[in-house]
């Protein structure tokens, strides 16, 4: 079968190997003369990359956590205890890409997918994972999503960090703000614009230098995944989680289910499967429409619960009894609380 890849990123790339281990000869086409990373907040569990066919990987993991822990408006925590990483993307694309060459993947760097290239390219299948300004997934497959802005600075502070922190605080962003360590750096950010990301900073009272300051574009909800032979993955799709606004995770569980359907013969089928996927879940808009609607008050009173707590490891008990605190929202309580279990498992 003569499979073509455009794009040398997350998506191509993992979808790449993954392809080399069934047994398939996929050929990557990737427009930049070498294979650099886009902006990412970077962090991964190691059961997710664990799914990766590529290792070991551990040195391109810049820093390591025991957890990741949940900061409440008003200082409660909450966790869920995983061993995540910030990963060095760029050396470790480039890692993958030596890895994909050596297995028998063909790679081709340097050269442009424009219209004209694209009509002369012969392929069984085509598998587009340019990211979330794709022409292809526009004009080809019809694909819209949505697009959220996300901000970051890399800085070095002197930080005295409690895992990798996510800060659930509507001052700051509707959605939430973060501290990865990443080696001596951190990155510092959140969903929202450059002047919420300063207030922020500025609340939390970091001090230190900023060395680079960045924003990319998220997208989300994909409306098609192909159309014929050819297939969207990742951002080119508009398969990042809603809700946790992760991306790489559902490169990994999307390639997963793209190689299936290549194995049993059957590239139509895609779409059609992956939308069965949980990575794709239906829950997850549902459960970002309900969290936008908390207030901080709302969410001190879910932290005053649920402080010191394992998320992932929440009694059944103790899930009825928030649920009981939220009469009058149950069954939007009870979506967040499945759409996190969801979110633990397929989203980072």
């Known amino acids: 079968m003569n499979i073509k890849i455009i794009g040398a990123g997350p998506g191509g790339l993992v979808t790449g190997l993954k392809l080399l281990e069934a047994g398939f000869e996929p050929e990557i086409i990737e427009k930049q003369e070498e294979i650099v990373s886009t902006l990412c907040a970077e962090g991964l569990s190691k059961e997710t990359l664990s799914r990766v066919p590529f290792g070991p990987w551990d040195s391109y993991a810049a820093h390591s956590f025991g957890e990741a822990?949940?900061?409440?408006?008003?200082?409660?925590?909450?966790?869920?205890?995983?061993?995540?990483?910030?990963?060095?993307?760029?050396?470790?694309?480039?890692?993958?890409?030596?890895?994909?060459?050596?297995?028998?993947?063909?790679?081709?760097?340097?050269?442009?997918?424009?219209?004209?290239?694209?009509?002369?390219?012969?392929?069984?299948?085509?598998?587009?994972?340019?990211?979330?300004?794709?022409?292809?997934?526009?004009?080809?497959?019809?694909?819209?999503?949505?697009?959220?802005?996300?901000?970051?600075?890399?800085?070095?502070?002197?930080?005295?960090?409690?895992?990798?922190?996510?800060?659930?605080?509507?001052?700051?962003?509707d959605e939430y703000s973060w501290i990865f360590m990443k080696g001596e750096l951190a990155n510092v950010g959140l969903l929202g614009s450059l002047a919420q990301l300063d207030a922020f900073i500025k609340e939390k009272k970091i001090k230190g230098e900023i060395i680079r300051k960045e924003a990319y574009h998220i997208p989300f909800f994909g409306t098609n995944y192909q159309k014929g032979n050819v297939l969207l993955m990742g951002d080119a799709a508009g398969i990042t989680n809603p809700l946790t606004k992760g991306g790489?995770?559902?490169?990994?569980?999307?390639?997963?289910?793209?190689?299936?359907?290549?194995?049993?013969?059957?590239?139509?089928?895609?779409?059609?499967?992956?939308?069965?996927?949980?990575?794709?879940?239906?829950?997850?808009?549902?459960?970002?429409?309900?969290?936008?609607?908390?207030?901080?008050?709302?969410?001190?009173?879910?932290?005053?619960?649920?402080?010191?707590?394992?998320?992932?490891?929440?009694?059944?008990?103790?899930?009825?009894?928030?649920?009981?605190?939220?009469?009058?929202?149950?069954?939007?309580?009870?979506?967040?609380?499945?759409?996190?279990?969801?979110?633990?498992?397929?989203?980072w």
């Open 248 to 347: 790489m995770a559902c490169c990994i569980f999307a390639s997963e289910v793209l190689v299936d359907c290549l194995k049993r013969g059957k590239p139509e089928e895609y779409e059609k499967t992956l939308r069965a996927h949980p990575v794709v879940s239906g829950i997850y808009g549902k459960a970002l429409d309900y969290f936008k609607e908390l207030s901080n008050d709302d969410l001190n009173s879910i932290g005053n619960f649920v402080n010191g707590v394992e998320l992932t490891r929440m009694p059944a008990i103790m899930k009825a009894k928030l649920l009981a605190l939220s009469l009058a929202n149950r069954e939007k309580m009870s979506t967040l609380i499945k759409a996190v279990s969801y979110c633990n498992k397929y989203s």
């Open 69 to 173: 822990t949940f900061i409440f408006p008003s200082g409660q925590k909450a966790y869920v205890k995983k061993q995540c990483y910030t990963m060095d993307r760029t050396s470790w694309f480039r890692a993958m890409a030596k890895k994909f060459e050596a297995k028998g993947g063909t790679l081709t760097l340097g050269e442009n997918v424009d219209g004209k290239k694209f009509k002369e390219l012969k392929y069984d299948v085509l598998i587009d994972a340019t990211g979330p300004l794709s022409w292809i997934a526009r004009k080809v497959v019809g694909n819209t999503m949505e697009i959220k802005p996300g901000v970051q600075y890399r800085m070095k502070i002197n930080y005295d960090y409690d895992g990798m922190e996510f800060f659930l605080d509507k001052r700051y962003s």
